[in-house]
Nanobody, 119 residues
Framework: VQLVESGGGLVQPGGSLRLSCAAYGLTFTDYQLSWYRQAPGNERELVATIDDFTHKQTYADSVKGRFTIWRDDVESTVTLRMSSLTPQDTAVYYC?????????????WGQGTQVTVSP
């Protein structure tokens, strides 16, 4: 199983960025998908989640109204659209997949992609 992120980089405050995560080797529609982030010196935090069946989206309060998560079950990708970025959004962003068919289902992480928001 592999989760491969792309789309990170350097952006100015107020700018936008789109992160993508492609999944390989799993039955994509069985998985709840999320994006986490971790800034230096901080714990990894949940940014956004999209459920497998209902496609319900949930967001951290810090990104509500600025970030949007969606999934393409045909292409096996999950995307995070980020706008109105601030330096506080600077972090390594990780794609996360959890098998939602059972409690304690398999969990997978991507390798992470750096997002830096700076003038």
């Amino acid at each position: 199983v592999q989760l491969v992120e792309s789309g990170g980089g350097l952006v100015q405050p107020g700018g936008s960025l789109r992160l993508s995560c492609a999944a390989y080797g799993l039955t994509f529609t069985d998985y709840q998908l999320s994006w986490y982030r971790q800034a230096p010196g901080n714990e990894r935090e949940l940014v956004a989640t999209i459920d497998d069946f209902t496609h319900k989206q949930t967001y951290a309060d810090s990104v509500k109204g600025r970030f949007t998560i969606w999934r393409d079950d045909v292409e096996s990708t999950v995307t995070l659209r980020m706008s109105s970025l601030t330096p506080q959004d600077t972090a390594v962003y990780y794609c996360h997949a959890r098998d939602s068919r059972a409690i304690g289902g398999a969990v997978y992480w991507g390798q992470g992609t750096q997002v830096t928001v700076s003038p």
